[in-house]
């Protein structure tokens, strides 16, 4: 569903960014959301405190309009390139939230895909969560890089930086954001004491399969 360029739109990615802040999933001004609208692509403005900022503070990446070009006050999240090309390659995507959580971060700085160590892999497409090569930030290698790591997912790990989370819906992403930091601590803790179980391949496909039918409020 794509939603209006409204000011309840700008309003619940300013909570969502206030809510990552809140619930450990970042910190300051790192990270950056954005959601697909009707007259293009509303985004975070680059560095700016998330508990002051208002509605208007956001910036738009018109649709149909150039690479890079936006409406604003304030520039753009520095990651904008990445924001605009997922949303170009993937028509399923309509919210992307980018955050340097730590568990996800830590796992990204050893590069390491995050392996079907627990089941709810599954809500991320496939049996693992990919982390994207390191490329320097707000950089169209960075922005290659993610939308490689992120097909036929709708979360990854970047290179020795953060984590992606993409949805359909701003709550859907925030709520993989959410799963993707989760999923990276247990493992993290998990090679911590041993060498995890890695569920199979058929395994991740049936639970995919389950949560379609059974599971959750996403499928
Ligand atoms: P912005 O403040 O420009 O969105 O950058 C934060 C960040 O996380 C860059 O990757």
Known sequence: MIVQNSTATRQAIIEA?????????????????????????????????????????LALLPLGGAYGAYTGP?????????HS?????????????HVHA???TVLSMLRKDIPACHYMIAAFGGPTI?????AIFGSKELSDAVV???EGRLGCIMGTHGMIAVGKTLDHAMWLAVELENLAKQYYL???IGEPVI?????????DERMKHGYGIWG
């Open 74 to 82: 304030y520039k753009p999240s520095s990651e904008w390139r990445f």
């Open 199 to 207: 569920l199979a391949d058929e395994e991740i496909a049936r639970v």
């Open 17 to 57: 960014s206030r809510e990552s802040n809140r619930n450990g999933l970042n910190q300051g001004t790192s990270g950056n959301i954005s959601v697909r609208t009707d007259e293009g692509v509303v985004i975070t403005p680059t560095s700016r405190a998330y508990e002051t900022m208002k509605p208007e503070d």
């Open 190 to 192: 998990a090679l911590q």
């Open 148 to 150: 490689k790591a992120l």
């Open 130 to 134: 990919r982390c994207a090569d390191y």
């Open 85 to 97: 090309d997922i949303y170009a390659a993937r028509s399923d995507v309509n919210a992307i939230v």
């Open 102 to 104: 730590t568990y996800a």
